[in-house]
């Protein structure tokens, strides 16, 4: 699907017109019905679909494009990561404002330590050199890949601490239920759980 040549001035406009529309639909929220809604008006959309079709060859193709290359790394590119955070019109917090929520000003993120899938940093109180924190966020709905990272470090014998970051949206907060259910795995798994607030 990558493999298209498809002009940097046709993806500018496509990227930045789905990320507003994904935006204003509250993507990370919608169901599974409504994302292909989504994905069929933007496909009939002249301005999308419409400008993708001479270069992904036929209509059947647009869809898979938009799903496996932009919305893919739509949650990545609000946050300011990956080649499509440029086309991202209002843009999340990053992890680097989601540490400084956490901890406070005098914690930093360690250069050059972040990772994908899921984004992780690791981190450290200013002037403790020799001690470190692992930090990985993202959504309640990706949880088990937020807490996997903490236990293959655990399982291989990983000793720094893990903070476990969920995105805790306004619109559909984190349930009373589903954070005391996180309690019993902080307290299983040895890690922390704490919860970032987001309009």
Not at 32 to 61: C, K, M, S
Not at 93 to 111: H, K
Request: glycine residues 6%; proline residues 7%.
């Amino acid at each position: 699907m990558t493999d298209y040549k498809i002009p940097a001035a046709v993806e500018r406009a496509v990227c930045t017109r789905i990320y507003s529309q994904a935006d204003e639909a509250h993507w990370p929220h919608l169901q599974d019905a409504d994302r292909t809604r989504l994905y069929r008006e933007w496909t009939e959309d002249p301005e999308i679909g419409g400008r993708l079709l001479d270069f992904v060859g036929q209509r059947a193709n647009i869809r898979p494009w938009l799903k496996d290359c932009p919305m893919k790394e739509y949650e990545r590119a609000r946050r300011g990561e990956g080649k499509y955070a440029k086309y991202v019109t209002r843009p999340a917090a990053t992890l680097e404002q989601m540490v400084a929520a956490t901890f406070g000003p005098d914690w930093e993120v360690i250069p050059e330590t972040t990772q994908q899938k899921p984004m992780r940093v690791r981190i450290r109180e200013i002037g403790t050199e020799d001690e470190e924190q692992h930090f990985v966020a993202g959504t309640e709905a990706n949880l088990k890949h937020l807490v996997w990272p903490a236990i293959l470090d655990r399982s291989t014998g990983g000793a720094w601490p893990w903070t476990v970051c969920i995105v805790d949206p306004f619109r559909a907060p984190v349930s009373p239920e589903k954070k005391e259910g996180h309690q019993r795995m902080a307290e299983f798994l040895g890690v922390r759980f704490v919860y970032f607030n987001e309009m």
